[in-house]
């Protein structure tokens, strides 16, 4: 029984989170993986953690601007190998490490991801080898601010990348749809006023 015990929490130790980052306000706030954390002394030699721009792994989103309500598509790349695992939230693009304010909801494409920290961030549900991932992103109303996308990607137990980062998408603080609707009422407008 104990021999037994002890695999299976090898087992679970060496996957980390295979169905997605933990809910937590830290998780949702550092986007740091707790399952494999290596100490500032540490002499293995085992790789650590950076908070450098990766270079295997990237974020691509199918527009740069958009209107509130409107969707964004957004892809995790593995630019080299795959990825086992991500989180990912939109935030304030002069600063992606303030996690004050997170912006919009997620809508996952398909059963591989699942929403988290109120619908602000997405993460896996499985584990996988991805080469990449795309689920969408919707603008909040009245945001008048340029956002930018954040993820901490996931290669194994113990190897992730943060701060992996997109290109700045700007929210526009009028929708499309009351732009339209503008538009629309000055045609009207100015063909009653011919009309008289």
Request: hydrophobic residues 40%.
């Amino acid at each position: 029984m104990f021999p037994v015990l002890i695999s299976v929490l090898l087992v679970v130790a060496c996957h980390g989170y295979p169905d997605g980052a933990p809910d937590t306000p830290e998780m949702c706030n550092t986007l740091r993986p707790t399952h494999y954390i290596i100490k500032e002394t540490s002499s293995s030699g085992q790789w650590q953690p950076t908070a450098l721009k990766p270079l295997n792994y990237s974020l691509h989103v199918d527009r740069t601007s958009v209107y509130p309500g409107e969707e964004v598509q957004i892809m995790i790349k593995a630019d080299q190998m795959y990825f086992e695992g991500f989180i990912l939230q939109a935030r304030r693009a002069s600063n992606t490490l303030d996690y004050s304010m997170k912006y919009g909801t997620f809508k996952p494409h398909d059963e591989d991801a699942k929403l988290i920290c109120n619908d602000a961030g997405i993460t896996h549900t499985q584990h996988f080898h991805w080469k990449n991932i795309t689920f969408s992103w919707i603008a909040p109303q009245n945001l008048k601010e340029n956002v930018k996308f954040v993820a901490t990607v996931v290669k194994g137990y113990k190897t992730y990348f943060m701060n992996v980062e997109s290109d700045v998408v700007k929210v526009s603080g009028t929708s499309a749809v009351g732009i339209s609707t503008l538009i629309l009422l000055l045609a009207s407008a100015i063909n009653i006023a011919h009309l008289v």
